[in-house]
């Protein structure tokens, strides 16, 4: 009977933090979700949806999830950069919850620590505050996997056709679970037929539905194709993204998660544990994909950071239970002890990073300052082991560690959700990001108002400018076009152009240089700037830079054409 009411109180609880875990979720992946401009990566998706939503036919491209959705949302609600990026937050926010399909297979605690997990990795929080389907496609295999282990087709065949529609990010992760069926080909014989039908049907309607925008754009059935042929098109990328760098800058975000993971399956190996050993093979074959593919991007180790979340889960749930010290003084002199001692060796470590041409003596000083409280770390726990507990000398070291990797991946994730102090060079699939929109806007609508009365009704050229998102930008002006040359007989009120065109023309106007997008120079990015941007989002950086045309009669005073 007392079991009972204990299993009834129990549920509650486990749910109610699985409630705090989402909240936690959709902090991080909600708050000033529109606080940036659209990249041109983002913005190039975005105004399919756009034009979808006005009835115009639009090509769509290998993202038909993300591109019907936002349609949908476009047509219901205000055109702006939050709206843009929703789905993929919600997708993100949602995946917090998957590991709740996992219980059985991971265990109740561990699949509890796992969702808090999720909604606090760094990677996970960029992706989902991308306007892009990868998220999408990510919790879409996620949950039609544990789905399929519960027995419940038509909601295994559903996430499965969310997922098929989710575009290139999908691949890795079909190729990931392929390698694991053709490996455990028992998992195979056990599925029944009917099951496969029934979900496979589910998830063809599913898939056809979203790529059509429910069947009012028909020519959209193609883009599930079109998501293949640009994942394989990545593998012969022109310009590869520096190996050495994006996994640096990877390892060092994941610090705790990779601790953990590493130390769960080494373990899990030596006693023979085959979660440990199928959840190494799934990251194993997804690093070997996201490294061997020169368009590899930090969004990419999603599929690699799913396992590794796991295995850094169920340690943790090993380790917190056997934390029962014999001497409380001594633990919490050690977690003391680690602490203070690691984080004054790491504040001399960044020192001599940051300022490289120190004098020799300040040089010296700054590496004896690193190096010393490590090793007085060193002797102080052997001390504290020898003579007093070693049991307790040792959970007070893993305490130590714990609170130092966990301040860490809270750091990183407040900066992947944009609340730190360089927003504009966090996590995200396109690197360039926008930064002179304000200035570009406050401009015209200067203008604009001046000229007409309305701050949206003047006439815009963009010419010879591949720039998605610069057109996202403007998609509020009545009479914002692209032109691939310029017409001299032609007498636009305001021109668009790259830094590097000048434009003739009858009329005369006067220029004005802003400075478009920023982007960190990863081609000569070396191992310490990775490092620094990993710690404080400071990079080298490339700027893209466009001059706005204004013809001279729009200003008082100005020549008459």
Known sequence: ???????????????????????????????????????????????????????EQVLISGEPGYIALTTLWFSLFELSDFTARFWPALAGTLLALTPLLYRERVGKAAALVLAGLVAVDPIMIGASRSAEGSMLALLGLLAAVGFAMRSKPLWCGFALGFALAGGPALWPGVICLAVFLLINCKSLRQVDNRFL????????????????????????????????????????????????????????????????????????????EARAKWLGI??????????????????????????????????????????????????????????????????NAVNLVNNPLQSPEEYRNRAIGA????????????????????????????????????????????????????????????????????????????????????????????????????????????????????????????????????ITAGASYRGQKIIWQEEPDMKNMTIIDWLKWSFFRIAPLENREIIIWARNDLFPGGNIP
């Open 197 to 272: 039908a029934l979900a496979a049907m589910t998830a063809m309607v599913t898939l056809v539905l979203l790529s059509t925008l429910f069947l009012i754009n028909p020519p959209g059935i193609s883009a599930f194709g079109s998501s293949l042929v640009d994942y394989w098109g990545s593998w012969r990328s022109e310009n590869p993204a520096p190996l050495k760098g994006i996994a640096a800058a990877w390892g060092s975000s994941t610090l705790l998660v990779l601790v953990l993971s590493i130390w769960s399956l080494i373990q899990g190996f030596v006693r023979g």
């Open 371 to 502: 190096v010393l409280p490590l090793f007085l770390l060193l002797g102080m726990t052997v001390l504290l082991a020898w003579g007093w507990s070693g049991a307790s000398t040792r959970e007070g070291f893993i305490a130590g560690v714990l609170l130092l990797a966990g301040f860490f991946t809270l750091a990183n994730s407040i900066k992947a959700a944009s609340l730190g102090s360089r927003p504009e060079i966090e996590i995200r699939r396109d690197l360039a990001a926008v930064v002179g929109s304000e200035e570009l806007l406050r401009t015209i609508q200067d203008i604009s108002r001046a000229r007409t009365g309305i701050e949206n009704r003047i006439d815009v050229l963009i010419v010879d400018l591949q720039s998605p998102s610069l057109e996202w930008a403007l998609r509020s002006f009545e009479k914002a076009e692209t032109a691939a040359v310029f017409d001299p007989t032609a007498s636009p009120s305001l021109v668009i152009t790259d830094v590097n065109q000048q």
């Open 1 to 55: 009977m007392n079991g009972n009411l204990d299993s009834r109180k129990a549920v509650p609880l486990e749910l109610l933090v699985y409630l705090v875990v989402l909240v936690i979720a959709a902090a991080l992946r909600f708050s000033n979700l529109g606080g940036l401009p659209l990249t041109d990566h983002e913005a190039s998706l975005a105004l399919q949806a756009l034009r979808l939503s006005k009835g």
């Open 282 to 347: 799934w990251a194993g074959a997804a690093l070997a994909l996201i490294l061997m593919n020169p368009a590899r991007q930090l969004f990419d180790f999603s599929w690699a950071t799913v396992p590794l979340l796991a295995l850094a889960a169920m340690k943790l749930v090993e380790l917190f239970p056997s934390f029962s010290s014999d001497n409380r003084i001594v633990l919490i002199a050690e977690t003391v002890l680690v602490v203070a001692l690691v984080v004054f060796s790491f504040m």
